[in-house]
């Protein structure tokens, strides 16, 4: 179970609670790998391939750490062989590799923690020999200070762009302060998260008034100064600039999308606000996801579609496990106090049963990966089983179910999913309640979308999609091509608004997927959809290039228009995701200059001006943003 966001993280330990083992995905390489499966659960886990070497790049700064290191994204889907990596200490020593490497020929690339998926610090198979160094911002650059505190609640945090975030929402909410919503992942380096607009699930309830400092757009919103690797034509060198929120070229720099190099932000943050989540796992698709009723005569009422809940907390999400007919529905509340019969948390992380599978599961996983395909449905079934087991205790459906899932989620297996306690809702601070994702869950591959539209056509946006993802599914397993074993994420948010940091003047990122609409100030809102599957599934990307094309011919228009998520996949053949040139030459730019204002074209020529050696670019940036 994932969600969305911008290194590879640690491993886990294999841990026994209830008298049954959890399986890592170290344990589970180790007892399937010999036939081929599951490989791709230990992908990113493994430290710096090979010694520190004797003999670097010619003339490469000094006293700046220089080793060789493969290098391996989330999925395991883009991998190099091992690349000249360095860690500087400072901002100077970044500067001196930028230019060391402008002088050199050579090209430097900014790395995070390698938790993203799209191909934007380097390409899959990059050789040894390429002339790239890759800049290692988590070893040292993890400083961050209180820069301001404000009389109306909010504060100003100054953070470098290799802290993770998991680090800066616990430095914030150690002070009292916190964000609306933030990316599932802790693991994500602060600038690489402000490089692809990280977001999390949050709009306006009904009645709400946001707190000052706090926004529903993404994380880059709410950056008020930055601090950047420039060129500089006097000195005829790069240089560290720093530029402030209402200043020429920041609104480029927000969300740069790897083509720039920033080195450390500052973020405007409110005051902290104690969240209550409350899972259902009992409310069926076809009413979670129903039209609305001035589409459809089938159209719900009573409260239990998935823009109520947006209406009456502002926040939710959908995990819709494939094959299955009830999602997992979260949707979290302002609570200053914790209600009666909430399970109060004091850490983040709090789905074990999310983190580390069974072993029964582990095997199952291990089975599709290793080419039983139309286990996909099984899957899918004991993924939803084992959360409603955890999260209410109620193990009736896993009784009443067929062989194949009581031959799984046997009394151990269960035992072991009801010994940590119920999880369905749970009370505390913000940062506990919006970090749930751990390094140790599956590592699927995911598509990305952001579906911007009115408010009130919500769940039309998610009725018209839902039905579709169900319809192309069953299609695809009529022919006997099971491409999705994953689940499909549903999330809202709202559009970046410049106001929120504070900062007069303030213009939206301009390469935002959630840069407003200038002429269509009615669509305030953004879907949006990921679809997960295992790495390497037959037919998946054919799958996902007809979910996409679906998108841009359905849900671009009028009523709605799509972005691509740019963390995710997207420009999908039949083969290959990021490879379609019309998506990536026409649709993408298009659907950032649609509506008048500046924006992509704004966007691509400022950052050919701040980097116009392409020293902080790549070839796959180099045609994206041309």
């Not at 914030?172 to 609306?180: D, L, Q």
């Not at 530029?243 to 740069?256: I, Q, S, V």
């Not at 999913?417 to 390094?439: F, K, T």
């Not at 996902?544 to 679906?550: C, G, L, N, T």
Request: a negative charge.
């Amino acid at each position: 179970m994932r969600d969305t966001g911008a290194g590879a993280g640690g491993g886990s330990g294999t841990g026994a609670r209830g008298g049954r083992e959890l399986w890592s995905r170290r344990r589970l390489l180790a007892t399937s790998a010999g036939a081929g499966g599951a490989v791709w659960l230990l992908r990113g886990l493994a430290g710096p391939d090979g010694a520190r070497a004797s003999a670097g790049p010619p003339d490469f700064p000094a006293g700046v750490e220089l080793y060789q290191r493969v290098y391996e994204n989330w999925a395991g889907e883009i991998r190099t062989d091992a690349l000249w990596t360095c860690a500087p200490r400072t901002p100077q020593e970044v500067l001196d590799v930028v230019n060391w490497a402008h002088g050199a020929g050579w090209r430097a690339r900014a790395q995070g923690m390698r938790h993203g998926w799209a191909p934007l610090t380097v390409a899959a198979g990059t050789p040894a020999d390429a002339q790239v160094v890759l800049v290692d911002t988590t070893t040292y650059l993890t400083g961050m200070s209180v820069a301001e505190r404000s009389a109306d609640g909010s504060a100003a945090i100054r953070v470098q762009a290799g802290a993770s975030l998991e680090s800066l929402l616990a430095f914030a909410g150690a002070g009292g302060y916190g964000v609306t919503a933030a990316p599932a992942p802790g693991d994500l380096s602060v600038g690489g998260a402000l490089a692809i607009g990280a977001h999390g699930t949050a709009v306006p309830a009904l009645g709400e008034t946001p707190e000052p400092g706090q926004g529903y757009g993404s994380l880059s919103n709410l950056v008020t100064e930055l601090t950047a690797v420039v060129w500089d034509d006097a000195s005829g060198r790069y240089v560290l600039r720093t530029l402030g929120r209402a200043e020429p070229d920041c609104d480029a720099l927000l969300t740069h999308l790897g083509r720039a190099f920033v080195t450390e932000a500052v973020l405007r943050v409110g005051p902290d606000a104690n969240l209550r989540c409350v899972s259902y796992v009992d409310i069926p698709a076809s009413e979670l996801f129903a039209a609305p009723d001035g589409d459809s005569p089938g159209g719900t009422a009573g409260g239990r579609r998935f823009a109520d809940f947006v209406d009456d907390s502002g926040r939710a999400e959908a995990i819709w496990f494939a094959f299955t007919d009830v999602p997992w529905l979260k949707v979290w509340s302002r609570s200053p106090e914790r209600p009666v019969g909430s399970r109060e948390v004091d850490q983040p992380y709090n789905y074990p049963f999310s983190d580390n599978l069974p072993e029964p599961v582990a095997r199952l996983a291990g089975d599709l990966v290793s080419g039983a395909w139309a286990s996909a449905p099984l899957f899918g079934q004991v993924q939803y089983l084992m959360a409603k087991v955890a999260l209410t205790g109620d193990i009736t459906d896993v009784l009443l179910s067929g062989t194949a899932v009581r031959d799984i989620l046997t009394a151990d297996v269960l035992t072991h999913l009801l010994a940590g306690g119920l999880r369905s809702d749970l009370w505390g601070a913000s940062r506990n309640l919006l970090e749930y994702v751990r390094p140790t869950t599956l590592r699927e591959t995911a598509n990305g979308y952001a579906v911007l539209t009115r408010r009130a056509d919500l769940q039309w946006v998610v009725s018209t999609f839902t039905d579709a993802y169900r319809g192309l599914l069953d299609q695809y397993a009529a022919r006997g091509e099971y491409p999705v074993n994953g689940q499909v994420e549903i999330r809202v948010t709202g559009v970046e608004d410049p106001a929120v940091c504070g900062v007069p003047g303030a213009r939206p990122p301009l390469l935002s997927a959630l840069r407003p609409r200038v002429d269509r100030p009615d669509f305030d809102t953004a879907v949006w959809f990921d679809i997960l599957s295992l790495p390497g599934t037959p037919a998946l990307d054919r799958f996902y290039r007809d979910i996409e094309q679906f998108l841009f011919t359905t849900l671009d228009g009028d009523r709605s228009a799509v972005r691509v998520e740019w963390s995710k996949g997207w420009a999908y053949t039949d083969a290959a995701a990021w490879s379609d040139p019309d998506v990536l030459g026409r649709l993408i730019p298009a659907a950032l200059r649609a509506g008048g204002g500046p924006g992509w074209d704004e966007a691509v020529t400022t950052l050919d001006r701040l980097d116009p050696h392409r020293v902080l670019s790549t070839p796959f940036l180099d045609g994206l943003l041309s």
